[in-house]
């Protein structure tokens, strides 16, 4: 009897999801926010949504479509969001990896959730780089990748989030400067919030800053510039959460609670089945 109720709790543990994250991202009051940095410089037909926050200068020429509020430079709520930022950029870059330390990003790669990555080096793209965040059927997993240097994307990335993977949280903390350059067709879609230590800089695409340079399924904040040089789309912390926010970036739900209670009963009296008969 000991060893049946033994390996059917064994199998029980199996099928069970595990619930919550021990990798966390903690935003605070930033997380309404879409953009934020020293300075917000905008020249395109940009569609933001959520709030935008400098401490310093707001410049848009664009003009640019915003959903939340645009405080202006230095107001109280955006100084408090800054801060904020600044806490989980300084606490998400000091956190050890939980992967073994990668040196460069190959032209495939893929993340598993509830993990920390760090790249030790400057980070460049070339056009043909696929990635791949897997939040094994967890869709509150949240991935970081930490990159200790310069992250540039020189090339279309793609992104396969599976799983149940999320842009929302998907966090890359970059120690320098994050540069998408394109001016490539079609427009780069990038999953995931991007936390700069220094500038982030969207660039025009080929034809002018008219043109969709790029979309950010995430939010953007940046400790010194924050630009948008070409027509850009930013969904924010929070509708960067859709699943799939890039190319192929079908996933498979988790089930719900209701489900998970149903199975959880129906093994239940599987249980208690086996062990009567065992009695």
């Known amino acids: ?10 199998a029980i543990a ?3 999801p595990a619930f919550g994250s021990t990798v966390i991202v903690d935003l605070g009051s930033a997380s309404s926010f879409a953009l934020l940095g020293g300075t917000i ?46 806490t ?30 760090t790249f030790t080096s400057d980070i460049s793209t070339t056009t043909g780089t696929a990635l791949t965040f897997d939040a094994q059927y967890n869709p509150n997993e949240v991935f970081i990748v930490q ?3 310069a992250f540039t994307v020189n090339g279309v990335l793609t992104f396969d989030l599976i799983n149940g993977a999320r842009a929302k949280n998907i966090f890359w903390i970059v120690k320098d400067a994050a540069t998408i350059s394109v001016g490539i067709s079609p427009p780069q879609i ?27 399924n995430g939010c953007v904040f940046a400790e010194t510039a924050n630009t948008l040089a070409g027509q850009t789309t930013v969904n924010g912390c929070v509708g960067g959460g859709l699943p799939g926010g890039g190319p192929g970036g079908g996933s ?21 089945r086996r062990i009567r008969v065992s009695l």
């Open 1 to 10: 009897m000991r060893h049946g109720l033994i390996g059917l709790l064994m």
């Open 14 to 16: 199996a099928v069970m």
């Open 41 to 86: 410089s905008n020249t395109g037909v940009s569609h933001i949504t959520g709030d935008v926050g400098a401490t310093t200068t707001i410049t848009d020429s664009g003009p640019w479509i915003v959903t939340g509020t645009v405080y202006p430079a230095g107001h109280p709520i955006a100084m408090t969001a800054y801060g904020d930022f600044e």
């Open 88 to 117: 989980a950029y300084n606490t998400s870059l000091g956190l050890g990896n939980t992967q073994p330390v990668l040196s460069s990003l190959g032209l495939t790669q893929t993340f598993i959730g509830n993990n920390v990555y």
């Open 147 to 149: 990159i200790d240097g």
């Open 190 to 216: 990038f999953d995931g919030s991007i936390l700069a230590g220094t500038s982030f800089t969207m660039s025009a695409a080929s034809g002018g800053s008219g043109v969709l340079a790029g979309t950010i």
């Open 252 to 272: 498979v739900p988790e089930p719900g609670s209701s489900g998970l209670v149903s199975l959880g009963c129906v093994l239940g009296i599987l249980a208690w």
